[in-house]
C-alpha cells in the first residue's frame, strides 16, 4: 500500500464518519422496502387538510419544530414520560402544536403498508411536504432516511425555537447556528402564508408597535383584547389576504406593514433581509424554488440515521 498503515486507517475511519452522517438521507430510500410511501401519506394528509385547511400548517409547523430541537429525529411527538419531559408542553408549542393526531393517522396507514419500516421522522418531513403542496405551493423530492429520537428535551425545544419577539439579528444568529442563512430564513418564513397564531403571540405587536398598518392593527384587536389572559387563544391568520393558499403574499403583506407578529415584521423594517422580502413579493417562483431549497436544508439538520435511534412503532413513545 502506498499509505502508512495508520495513516490509512485513519482516512478510512473519516470515510466512514463523513459518510454516516451525510450520505444516509436520499430521496429514494424506502423505493425497496416501502414502494407505497408517498401515496399512501399523502392520501391520509389530503384527507386530513379536505377536513380543515389549517391542518397543512399546523403539520408543517411540527416539521419546523421538530428540526429546530436537536435536529429532525421525530422528538417533538414524544408523550412526557417518567424519564424525560417532552417538548409538546415547551413554551413553543403549549397550546400551540398540533397534528398529532393526524401524525397517528398517517403511521398507521403507513404501518399497514410495511410495518416497522419509516420513522415518524421521516413521516413529518413528507407530511410538511405534501401539506405544502396540497395548499398550492411547490413540491420537492424530499430526503428519507431518518430514524427517530428515544428522547425529547422541553428545555432544548424553549431555547431553540425562535419566540415571536425575536428580532431580526436573533433570527439570524439562531438560523445560522443551525446551518441556515439568511435567505433559508426569509424563505422558511413564507411558511406563514398559511395558519394563524394565537392573540399571546401578536398582543403586543397590534397595541405597542408603530411600522404597523393602522387599519390592519385595528381589525386584529377586534378579536384580541388588550387585557393578559383575556382571548389569548383568540385566533388570527397569519396572511390577511389568503390564509390557506401557500403563495407569496405573506411577503406582500410584510412590504405593507401588514406582519401579524413582530418576528415576522422584523424581515422587513429598514434592515439587511428587506431586499429578500421585496424580491419574493415580486416574484413568487423565486420564493417557491428557495423555500424548497430551504426546506430540504432544514431537513438536513443532524438527523440520527444507520443504527442510532429507533423505527418507533408508536410515533407518541419509544418502542
Known amino acids: ?33 416501502c414502494p407505497n410511501l408517498l401515496s399512501t401519506v399523502k392520501s391520509t394528509v389530503n384527507s386530513a387538510i379536505n377536513k380543515e385547511a389549517r391542518m397543512g400548517a399546523s403539520l408543517l409547523r411540527l416539521f419546523f419544530h421538530d428540526c429546530f430541537v436537536n435536529g429532525c429525529d421525530g422528538s417533538i ?8 419531559t417532552g417538548e409538546k408542553n415547551a413554551n413553543p408549542n403549549r397550546n400551540s402544536a398540533r397534528g398529532f393526531d393526524v401524525v397517528d393517522n398517517i403511521k398507521s396507514a ?24 396540497i395548499l398550492g405551493g411547490p413540491s420537492w423530492n424530499a430526503k428519507l432516511g431518518r430514524r427517530d429520537a428515544r428522547t425529547a428535551s422541553q428545555s432544548a425545544a424553549n431555547n431553540g425555537i425562535p419566540a415571536p419577539t425575536s428580532n431580526l439579528n436573533q433570527l439570524i444568529s439562531r438560523f445560522s447556528a443551525l446551518g441556515l442563512s439568511s435567505r433559508d430564513l426569509v424563505a422558511l418564513s413564507g411558511s ?106 432544514m431537513g438536513d439538520i443532524s438527523p440520527l440515521t444507520g443504527s442510532s435511534g429507533e423505527i418507533r412503532k408508536n410515533c407518541r413513545s419509544v418502542n
Do not use: W
Not at 113 to 125: H, M, T
Open 110 to 133: 403507513v404501518e399497514n403498508v410495511c410495518p416497522g419500516v419509516v420513522s415518524c421522522a421521516d413521516i413529518l418531513a413528507i407530511a410538511a411536504r405534501d401539506s405544502v403542496e
Open 192 to 297: 406563514h402564508t398559511i395558519g394563524q397564531a394565537r392573540c399571546t403571540s401578536f398582543r403586543p405587536r397590534i397595541y405597542n408597535e408603530s411600522n404597523i398598518d393602522a387599519s390592519f392593527a385595528q381589525t386584529r384587536r377586534r378579536n384580541c383584547p388588550t387585557a393578559t389572559g383575556s382571548g389569548d387563544n383568540n385566533l388570527a391568520p397569519l396572511d390577511i389576504r389568503t390564509p390557506t393558499s401557500f403563495d407569496n403574499n405573506y411577503f406582500k403583506n410584510l412590504v405593507n406593514n401588514r406582519g401579524l407578529l413582530h418576528s415576522d415584521q422584523q424581515l422587513f423594517n429598514g434592515g439587511s433581509t428587506d431586499s429578500i422580502v421585496s424580491g419574493y413579493g415580486n416574484n413568487p417562483t423565486s420564493f417557491n424554488s428557495d423555500f424548497a431549497s430551504a426546506m430540504i436544508k
Open 1 to 33: 500500500m502506498a499509505c502508512g498503515y495508520h495513516y490509512c486507517l485513519t482516512l478510512l475511519l473519516l470515510v466512514a464518519v463523513l459518510g454516516s452522517s451525510n450520505a444516509q438521507l436520499s430521496t429514494n430510500f424506502y423505493s425497496n422496502s
Open 77 to 84: 411527538l414524544l408523550d412526557d414520560t417518567s424519564s424525560f
